[in-house]
C-alpha cells in the first residue's frame, strides 16, 4: 500500500481557494488517488478520485503531475460549511489497496469568517 | 431510499459486557467495511468482507468480531476482550471494481460505563 502524507491542519477564510497537497512518493502504476471529507459526528464522504493530470467536478479540483508522487486537492471558494477533515487514500483498483480501504490521519481544515 | 443504516446512534456498554453494533446497506455494495475512531485521530479498520461468509482482519481487529451472512448486513460484535472499547463506529460499503467511493452510514457512538 502506498503510504500518503497530508498536513495535520490548515486555515483558510471564506472565499479564498484552498489547496491542500497529499504526498505519496511509492504510488504504484495501478493506484488511484481519491479524497474523502469528514465532518464532525459523521462519516467522510467521497469528494474526488483520478488517475493523472486534473479531474473537476461540482465539488472539487484534483491536480496529479507527471509523476504522480503527490497530488493536491483544490477547493474553490471555501466557505465556513467547507471546514472538515480531508482525507487523502491511494490504492489499486480493484486491488488489495482499495479492498482494505486504509484512512490516514486527514487534514483538518478549518475556515474563518 | 439507499443507504446504509447503523444503529443504535448512541450506545453504553458496561466493562465486561459484549455488545453487537448492528450496519445494514441496501445499495447491493460487495464490499462492507468496520473502522473506529478515536477523537480527533483518523479511521482506524477493523474487519471488512468482499463476499458473503468472508471477511478479513484489518489493523486493530483484536478483541472484535463480525459476520457476514447476508450480503446487505454486516454487524459488529465488541467483546470484553477489547480493552478500551470507548469510541465512534464506522461502517462503509462500496461496490467492488467500481472505484474507491464508499458510502459510510451515520456512526455509532459506544460508551463503557
Known amino acids: 500500500l502506498a503510504k500518503t502524507t497530508q498536513p495535520i491542519s490548515m486555515d483558510s477564510y471564506e472565499g479564498q481557494e484552498v489547496n491542500i497537497t497529499c504526498s505519496h512518493n511509492?504510488?504504484?502504476?495501478?493506484?488511484?488517488i481519491t479524497w474523502y471529507q469528514q465532518f464532525p459526528s459523521q462519516g467522510p464522504r467521497f469528494i474526488i478520485q483520478?488517475?493523472?493530470t486534473k479531474v473537476t467536478n461540482e465539488v472539487a479540483s484534483l491536480f496529479i503531475p507527471a509523476d504522480r508522487k503527490s497530488s493536491t486537492l483544490s477547493l474553490p471558494r471555501v466557505s465556513l460549511s467547507d471546514t472538515a477533515v480531508y482525507y487523502c487514500?491511494?490504492?489499486?483498483?480493484?486491488?488489495?489497496?482499495?479492498?482494505?480501504?486504509?484512512f490516514g490521519a486527514g487534514t483538518r481544515l478549518a475556515v474563518h469568517p | 431510499d439507499g443507504g446504509i443504516t447503523q444503529s443504535p446512534k448512541y450506545l453504553f456498554r458496561k466493562e465486561g459486557q459484549n455488545v453487537t453494533l448492528s450496519c445494514e446497506q441496501n445499495?447491493?455494495?460487495?464490499?462492507m467495511y468496520w473502522y473506529r475512531q478515536d477523537p480527533g485521530q483518523g479511521l482506524r479498520l477493523i474487519y471488512y468482507?468482499?463476499?458473503?461468509?468472508?471477511?478479513q482482519k484489518g489493523d486493530i481487529a483484536e478483541g472484535y468480531s463480525v459476520s457476514r451472512e447476508k450480503k446487505e448486513s454486516f454487524p459488529l460484535t465488541v467483546t470484553s476482550a477489547q480493552k478500551n472499547p470507548t469510541a465512534f463506529y464506522l461502517c462503509?460499503?462500496?461496490?467492488?471494481?467500481?472505484?474507491?467511493?464508499?458510502?459510510f452510514g451515520q456512526g455509532t457512538r459506544l460508551t463503557v460505563v
Open positions: 468482507s468482499q463476499i458473503v461468509n468472508d471477511f
Open positions: 487514500l491511494v490504492g489499486d483498483i480493484p486491488g488489495d489497496g482499495y479492498n482494505k480501504l486504509i
Open positions: 445499495l447491493n455494495h460487495d464490499a
Open positions: 483520478g488517475y493523472k
Open positions: 511509492n504510488i504504484a502504476t495501478n493506484d488511484y
Open positions: 462503509a460499503s462500496r461496490t467492488l471494481g467500481g472505484g474507491a467511493e464508499a458510502f
